[in-house]
């Protein structure tokens, strides 16, 4: 059980478009997500802490104009990279919570490449 | 505030044993957990810890002290698969990990 899915797994896309990622809880409601990246030799950073139903939360630095965060259903996020930059490139990585529990289930990930 | 501190890189021998040390600052403390994550990969989880004390499951295990901040990974009968890096992450009172940057462990046959 505590499958989290992500959807796509790597994407290349062109300077100035958008891209969109999903996260998905395969088999529990997931009352809130997690949105990571993760740039090479690094650890993972916290970009932003949605709740289903309501705004995310999104950490210092990280401009919420740019990184669209939805969380409209108990199982479903999504993370849009809105005008993406060169700098924008890297993994992207999603992770839930149930209602219960504390610990977080990750995604496999999305390596994002901008051209 | 917060931090997590932990060595950056490790080499370790294939069948021998490791331990990988994680100081923390948390407000809010409610456990520690650790994670393994091959390059290129999402983590996986390996252990958390709420309570003072060593857990043991299979060749890994993780202990914590509460009140010295302090939290070890030991990794027995080390195998070349075990190469990854070992993330340790306290959960704050959002619920929210707090990561250390990752310890890169090597292992030599």
């Known amino acids: 059980g505590a499958v989290v899915s992500q959807h796509p797994s790597w994407v290349i896309c062109k300077s100035g478009t958008s891209v969109k990622i999903e996260c998905r809880s395969l088999?529990?409601?997931?009352?809130?997500m997690f949105w990571y990246r993760q740039f090479p030799k690094q650890s993972l950073m916290l970009m932003a802490t949605?709740?289903?139903?309501?705004?995310?939360?999104?950490e210092q630095g990280v401009e919420k104009d740019k990184f669209l965060i939805n969380h409209a259903s108990l199982t479903l996020s999504t993370l849009t990279v809105t005008s993406a930059h060169p700098e924008d490139s890297s993994f992207y990585i999603c992770?839930?919570?149930?209602?219960?529990?504390?610990?977080?289930?990750f995604g496999p990930g999305t390596r994002l490449t901008v051209t | 505030g917060q931090n997590i501190d932990q060595p950056t890189e490790m080499t370790a021998t294939e069948g021998a044993i490791v331990q990988i040390n994680c100081t923390y600052q948390?407000?809010?403390?409610?456990?520690l957990f650790w994670y393994q994550q091959h390059a290129g990969e999402a983590p996986t989880f390996l252990s958390y810890?709420?309570l003072d004390g060593l857990e043991e499951k299979g060749r890994f295990s993780s202990f914590l002290s509460r009140s010295k901040g302090y939290s070890y990974l030991l990794l027995k009968e080390l195998q070349m698969k075990d190469s990854a890096s070992y993330l340790c992450?306290?959960?704050?009172?959002?619920?929210?990990?707090?990561w250390g940057a990752g310890t890169k462990l090597i292992i030599k046959p």
């Open positions: 992770s839930a919570r149930g209602t219960t529990d504390y610990e977080q289930y």
């Open positions: 088999d529990f409601q997931a009352t809130t």
């Open positions: 949605s709740n289903e139903g309501s705004k995310a939360t999104y």
């Open positions: 948390t407000s809010g403390f409610n456990g």
């Open positions: 810890n709420v």
């Open positions: 992450a306290s959960l704050n009172s959002n619920y929210q990990l707090i």
